[in-house]
């Protein structure tokens, strides 16, 4: 249909801005943008956001002045135990006000007292301090006549990093289990423009904030696919933030996840699983030093009104079945995240024998019942491609740590193998499995290389593609109830994105 | 019949299409495949095969009301040159229930039959397998991101079936419209504890041979005596008969009006044997969600949501249910602990899957009846005494 290829064109256009900001010199677009400190100064004004299909909707902002106010407001980027300071003016025409669920020894001076909290007006501002003790993702929002003001736009994101946080191996609470190698913000909102228009034109008396009825649906305050086009992108003046998730193989990528609007959402990521190990700024513990241990794993996590997620999202194409990087001899080199799963030999392994005992980090996430296809090889190679002996294998657990074991399979032979020699789940070197119809009879998507394979371009007919220079894996990041995949009247759009899966030899950043 | 007419028009149409080679045609690929019919002919253990078709059809709301669909039908085993005349208008709501085993190796071969009703629509079709981790984006089925499979032609999607659980499936080509128009069906993978050996211990449970299980729970607390997967999912009137009527579609305004299990609403839900469509008379909503046990049996019921436009809650009258999993992931703490709990509802999102046990011993034998706590959607469109309800029946 025609809504794809005007949709295509758009992407284009996103892409290649992004593109030119992932190659050029700059800052860093594969992290959370905010601002940092202790002190803030935020004005809450009125201003006009944009829509991908074309239109302008009236919303009020915060910002640092009345001419630079965004949606959402500002992501503050805080430091565990420091007192933040952050003084409210407005210039809008109703009482506004700040709220900090989950911070600490919140308190207000100025302006005047409101239902909730102190109140700014213009010419009255009011300054909030609070402390931020505990590290995690949080919201800000107003807490006056919230029915209006938080479909207006007036709400924001709180990052907390941990105490003694390191940006070269940066963890979201201090533990182990909370380490990632990139982090993305998904700030899931909605508007409903028939409210925006009313508040536009005064007419204050016909709002009825009962009879909401969204038709646009945003991530970090814009619409697909404008949500792929770069941070800080010219033409989106008053919506700063994007949220385009790109990452390699095997590395973790932190969802930091909140529901800001008034329904739920549910955020749906192709891929994978992501693992839950923290709601509301908490990490999902039992107790001291127990980490994230009543962490739970979801392919679709529903972002609540108000509630705040931290999700680790890992992929490594494990136990696909194929090859993933199109390799068809095992000589073929190892690329990084291919062996998912590594465990050890716990005792030598004679060349006749049929039972083997693993150990080692990977033996526990070995399938408990079924079947899996292995390399070994000898710990003297730091990977089975080096070792011209290597062996392939099944491996079924029979007990514990103890395997049954199929012995030289594709054409390896069974050997001798020592204590300590290495067990890979592993698909490295196996074909394909189907043939894919020829081209005139497929439609191909733009994000597709034209490959099955990460890394490889395949080819693709004039005029389709273009928008995965790198050849990876992208994936799809949306809220599953589909109608919110509009902007308004208009397929698709709203509340998604995509997922970037690049190659190792791709640049993010 | 003008429609009679437009099928054998179609069916003429996409053969001459396939004859000249423009158009791939129908082609299955199933490992051990020797005469076309997309099944092995040899006994391969853990290959499965299977060919759906893409197309449209029509199905009836409870309310007596004919609907017009999008949606998968079943043609596996089929030999290649009657897949079109079966395909077109042949769309199944919700789409055939998929179940495997873990460790599977799947074939999956999806037939565009084109949309009968809409010839000015050239819409491609994918399945993506809702929530099967690391899949590569070829066979995920998102078109964005990879192909969608052109009217009169066939793709085969390969997955290894590494995990077990309660998944769904759906075509992902304009999802919105797709989906709201009804591809949308069951799909869950049986868990590898169920061939342990017999008397296997499981931390003192002993397994035997028959002995069912939701998920590899190591103790047996997931094991089950029957199971029913019941799909919930929603249909907006208005949007259905502006897609028949070729009119501009409904997007924003998208209001379901039937709130429907298995794609029907009470009291079709627990009709057992086939709904015949108005139009071409096809049984186009073969499934019903009455679920049947003896009393000391526990149900599974793998719970899924694939509406497009609202959250359900589903509660039962008079009856728990634990909840052993979610989104195919066995509530389970990192160090083993159940995390399973008991309740009366489920709330699920779109895109959201739950498993839940419900354990009848000491259960008075009778009615129990399952529904939509949002009781407005206990309703077909304008009849009360509807929508998203069912029942258990407990003897």
Known sequence: MR????FQFTYCLALTFLLVGLLSEGPAQATIQGISGISFTLVAAPGYIKTPEGNSIFFWGLGSDVNHVQYPGPTLILNEGDTITITLYSALPQPVSLVFPGQEQVQAQGGSQGKVTREATPGRPVTYTFVAAHPGTYLYYSGTNMALQHEMGLFGAIIVRPAGFDPN????????????????????????????????????????????????YFIN???????????????????????????????????????????????????????????????????????????????????????????????????????????????????????AVTATLEAPLSAGSAQVTLGGQGEKEFPMYREVRCLIWSKAYPSPDKDPNREVVKVKRASGNLFTISRGLEGTTARAWSEGDYVAITDHGRPFPVVLPENQNLTFGAFYSGSPYLGNAGNLPPGEGGLNPFSGFFYMWHSHNEKELLNNNIFPGGAMTMLGILPYNAPIE | MKRDLLLFLAVTAFSLLSLTGAWGGVMVQCPEDLDGDGVSDVDLPHVVCRH?????????????????????????GMPADQVLESGILGAQFPAPTIVLDEGDDF?????????????????????????????????DGLPESSVGINMGSSITYYYHIAVPGTFMYHCHAEATEHMQMGMLGNLYVRPAQNSLPDGTDLKGFIHHTGYKYAYNDGDGSTRYDVEYAIQMSSFDPEFHDADLNV???????????????????YPDTVLQGPILNKVNGRNSQPLDSLVHARQGQRILLRLSNLSVTRYYTLSIGGLYMKVIAKDAKLLQASDGRPMSYDTTTVTLGGGESVDVIIDTAGVPPGTY?????QAQYLSNNEEDYGGMMTEIVIE
């Open chain 2, 107 to 139: 074939y999956l071969t999806l037939t565009n039959v084109g949309m009968l009703m809409r010839p000015d629509l050239f819409d491609p079709h994918t399945v993506h397998f809702h929530g099967f981790p690391e899949v590569a984006s070829i066979f």
């Open chain 2, 369 to 373: 009846v399952m529904y939509a706590t």
């Open chain 1, 221 to 339: 305050g814009r619409n697909a696919p404008d949500t792929m086009a770069p941070a800080f992108a010219e033409w989106l003046p008053t919506q700063p933030y994007n949220c385009m998730p790109l990452m390699h193989p095997g590395e973790r990528l932190l969802m930091r996840i909140i529901g800001a609007g008034r329904d739920n959402h549910p955020y749906h990521f192709h891929g994978n699983h992501a693992k839950v190990i923290a709601e509301d700024g908490r990490l999902l513990s039992s107790g001291p030093g127990k980490g994230a241990d009543l962490g739970y794993s979801r392919f679709t996590i529903s972002a609540v009104p108000g509630h705040t997620y931290d999700a680790i999202f890992q992929w490594t194409g494990r136990e696909m079945g194929w090859d993933y990087y199109g390799h068809t001899s095992l000589s073929d080199p190892i690329e990084r995240g291919e062996l």
């Open chain 2, 247 to 265: 009119q501009p579609l409904p997007f924003a305004d998208m209001r379901d009006k039937y709130a429907l299990l298995n794609g029907r609403g």
């Open chain 1, 3 to 6: 809504v794809r290829q005007i």
């Open chain 1, 169 to 216: 191996a940066p963890t979201a609470y201090g533990t182990s289990d909370s380490r990632y190698d990139r982090e993305y913000l998904f700030m899931i909102s909605e508007m409903d423009p028939d409210i925006h228009r009313l508040v536009e034109e005064g007419r204050y008396s016909e709002i009825e904030n009962a009879d909401v009825f969204p038709t646009y």
């Open chain 2, 52 to 76: 759906l078709t893409g197309g449209d059809g029509f199905t009836v709301m409870a309310d007596g009301r004919s609907m017009y669909i999008f949606g998968f039908g079943d043609v596996t």
